[in-house]
């Protein structure tokens, strides 16, 4: 026979064979189905380390024995990320400016919808706050609401926010105009109401995110972002690999002002207690619930604050800059009775500190223009990213004071030079 005839009786007796293996296995499990499985394509699958195997696979099924494989397999599954809860959506930023000058200003209400919260030197050697939040996560009650000061509107602008005030500064009057700020001013727009429960009439209006929704409406304001957030999130929680650790964070504005951030690593977030002249409290959210008007407890909660309901920052912020009074800097002498209305000189670059999760490294900013968007790095210059959560950024006066502290002393000490060597 020749070879090509050869070979193909060869293949022909091989194609049968199959055929008759094939055509047996299935008149024998036809007969007999209780006994139908394919193990062995699954061991042949396990041979060739192309997944969990099939008893693994069983046992996290049932529940009963695959506890530690399952967690393995869930381990090595990446989440999707959907950005940070505390910047989500496609609202546009408002920016609420916070009286904060004395302690009858306490306690504010609504800061932890804030994506970040600037506290900045007032006249006086107090500070004031602006929380920016999204619209569609402004709180219930948010106050109490002051003034604006001018150079607040620096980041006004860099976060395309609308501003909610309560009258203004000479000096900030012009800046809104001159700058065409999207703006609700409680002297002309009546978008707060007044709580009888604080002390003194101008520390009282507070306002909600149904007043400000309707005035944004009302003045045909755009509510949507047109422009991403002006820091990026890590997409999971992220310890800082390099950081010294930093348990108490104090900074102390002034002799009136202090602020201090205590670390819960439970939480993994920063508790905040505050300190104008003699009085310092934990920084509690106000209460907005339904106890009688009479009730004892009802009464200490109007005053202290819900002790449930703790400030708190997931990312905080530091660096020095210039200031004096526009008295002195501008050589404006509008104010008649010399308020000593502040100038800040932020604009340009410098060194401070970036906190998170217990930990802190020294950090870069720059600002090259008022309206410009702020940068932050670290001290090699690449960007710094930050955890979900509130960020408070402490913009401080030169003669300021940083302390950062460690409760197990392996870092300590007053952190007064900010040169980022």
Request: with cysteine; proline share 3%.
């Amino acid at each position: 026979m020749e070879k090509n005839s050869i070979t193909s009786v060869i293949v022909s007796l091989i194609i049968a064979i199959l055929i008759l293996t094939i055509f047996g296995i299935g008149v024998y499990y036809y007969y007999n189905p209780d006994e139908f499985n394919i193990s062995f394509i699954s061991d042949w699958i396990n041979s060739m380390n192309m997944g969990p195997k099939q008893s693994e696979i069983s046992d996290f099924a049932s529940g009963e024995s695959g506890e530690e494989v399952a967690q393995e397999v869930q381990e090595e599954i990446e989440e999707p990320y959907y950005g940070p809860k505390i910047f989500s959506g496609d609202s546009r930023s408002v920016a609420v400016m916070i009286d904060n000058d004395v302690s009858a200003a306490w306690p504010h209400a609504g800061l932890n919808n804030a994506y970040m919260i600037y506290e900045v030197t007032v006249e006086g050697s107090a500070t004031r706050l602006m929380a920016v939040f999204k619209k569609d996560n402004l709180p219930d009650l948010v106050g109490p609401i002051r003034s604006c000061r001018h150079y607040f509107l620096d980041y006004v602008q860099e976060h395309d926010a609308i501003y909610c005030h309560y009258g203004q500064s000479t000096q900030g009057g012009e800046a809104l105009k001159s700058r065409g700020i999207s703006n609700i001013n409680g002297i002309f727009d009546d978008y707060t109401t007044r709580i009888k429960d604080v002390d003194k009439t101008w520390h009282n209006a507070f306002s909600s995110k149904e007043q400000i929704e309707k005035y944004i409406a009302r003045k045909g304001y755009r509510d949507t972002q047109k422009q991403d957030c002006i820091i990026k999130y890590n997409e999971k929680d992220t310890d800082l690999t390099n950081g010294e650790i930093a348990d108490k964070v104090i900074c102390r504005f002034s002799g009136i002002q202090t602020t201090t951030f205590d670390y819960d690593e439970e939480a993994k977030n920063y508790k905040i207690t505050m300190k104008n002249g003699k009085t310092e409290k934990p920084h509690l959210d106000k209460y907005t619930g339904s106890l009688p008007s009479d009730s004892k407890e009802a009464e200490s909660l109007r005053v202290n604050g819900d002790p449930t309901k703790p400030f708190v920052a997931k990312n905080i912020l530091i660096y020095q800059v210039g200031n004096e009074s526009v008295w002195t800097a501008w050589g404006d002498h509008r104010e008649e009775d010399n308020k000593k209305r502040q100038e800040i000189y932020n604009t340009g670059s410098g060194t401070g500190y970036f906190i998170t999760n217990g930990k802190v490294i020294k950090m870069k900013w720059s600002k090259p223009t008022h309206a410009s968007k702020t940068t932050y790095t670290d001290i090699y210059g690449d960007e710094i990213t930050f955890n979900d959560g509130t960020t408070w950024v402490e913009i401080m006066p030169l003669d300021g004071k940083i302390t950062i502290e460690s409760n197990t002393n392996t870092v300590s000490g007053e952190y007064t030079n900010l040169s980022g060597e």
